[in-house]
């Protein structure tokens, strides 16, 4: 298993734990309304397990990226040929276009 699937893992399982811990705030707070509880703070567990999971999920971001490419574009212009750089024609004119739109008949 190399780094990148491991960190997709982590992404994974950081994710679904993540979303457990939204659904459990949600049922603590359908629970809080329903019994008329003033205190609507959310346990400490919920609060745990959201940290832990984003934490998770972050690192399994940071795990699953690939390599960084260089910016510099002497590497990019190395790939291409002359004809991918050169694509624009030699010669445009437009002096066709100030004729006709000019012209007083």
């Known amino acids: 298993m190399s780094v990148q699937q491991f960190g997709r ?5 950081g994710a679904i734990f993540l ?10 707070l359908a629970y809080v309304k329903a019994v008329d509880e ?6 400490i567990e919920i609060a745990m397990e959201c940290l832990t999971s984003a934490f998770v999920a972050l690192l399994g971001v940071v795990l699953s990226a690939e390599t960084f490419r260089q910016i510099d574009m002497k590497y990019e212009i190395q790939k291409m040929t002359i004809d991918t750089i050169d694509t624009k024609p030699s010669f445009v004119t437009f002096n066709h276009r ?5 012209s007083n008949k």
């Open 38 to 43: 003033a205190d609507t703070s959310v346990p």
């Open 9 to 13: 893992a982590l992404g994974i399982l």
């Open 98 to 102: 100030h004729i006709k739109t000019t």
């Open 19 to 28: 979303a457990h811990s939204a659904y459990s705030t949600y049922e603590h």
